[in-house]
């Protein structure tokens, strides 16, 4: 355990406040420059890795002098925040840490481990199960379904765009476990009242299906809802190991 993340530590001045913001944000782009510089170098693989989704005959263009530049760039931005999320995240954690009592912090700083991996799993289970459906159907299926023989040249730019988008958000969705738990935890929510939400988390997961998944197939859809669904009902049972209470008091800010 962290001591200096322990400690209580004197309350804050405004000035000191921004003082620290702006240190936490400078370590945080540095780190993002140099995760970034490490993304620029690996990103011709996770092109080919991307790409292949959509399947052999699938084969993207661009129109623009600065697209593929542009769209290089982009990916190894990504790239570079999934190499500094671990860091990202720390700072922040940091940065609220004042605010909290000594028992939250120590629930965020044994949280943070768990985060990293279940965006990482989040994204896995997108690219290796939400996506090839998702990008096939949109490419070549629907377009067979309808009777529309029609070849797609689909721009680079797009293309990474809908495929990253989909795997931040698979990755994002991943959490819900842990924040279920931390609720639980803090006492924020009892797990007898999440249990009652079951019917309304049904309904949430299969919105946001339609909204991370724009494709009207139901299998599609049920790709993304379904976790959505079982990772609501593990945070209820991880919350089982909860020690839920009231730790609002002795707050600094």
């Known amino acids: 355990m962290d001591e200096e993340f322990e400690e209580e530590g004197p309350e804050l001045t405004i000035l000191e406040h921004l003082d620290e913001l702006r240190r936490r944000m400078i370590a945080i782009a540095i ?7 490490v993304g620029l170098v690996i990103a011709p693989r996770i092109f080919q890795l991307l790409i292949s989704l959509a399947g052999q005959d699938f084969s993207p263009i661009f129109i623009e002098m600065t697209e593929m530049f542009v769209t290089y760039f982009k990916v190894s931005v990504f790239i570079g925040a999934g190499i500094a999320m671990p860091i990202i995240v720390w700072h922040i954690v940091r940065f609220v ?9 120590r629930l965020l700083l044994s949280m943070l481990p768990l985060v990293t991996v279940f965006f990482v799993a989040g994204i896995l289970f997108g690219y290796f199960i939400t996506l090839p459906f998702s990008v096939k159907y949109l490419l070549f299926q629907f377009p067979d379904a309808v009777g529309l023989n029609i070849r797609p040249e689909i721009r680079i730019e797009n293309y990474i765009s809908f495929v990253t988008t989909v795997l931040f958000w698979m990755g994002i969705s991943f959490q819900t476990p842990l924040i279920v738990f931390m609720l639980v935890q803090l006492g924020v929510v009892s797990r007898q009242r999440l249990q009652s939400f079951r019917k309304f988390a049904i309904l949430v997961a299969f919105v946001v299906s339609a909204i991370v998944t724009p494709t ?15 990772l609501y009902e593990l945070g209820i049972q991880l919350s089982r190991f909860a020690r839920s209470g009231d730790y609002s008091g002795g707050h600094k800010h």
């Open 31 to 37: 780190s993002m420059v140099i995760a970034t510089a």
């Open 97 to 105: 840490a004042p605010g909290l009592t000594r028992k939250e912090r």
């Open 216 to 230: 009207p197939d139901p299998l599609n859809q049920s790709l993304v809802a379904i976790p959505l669904i079982v």
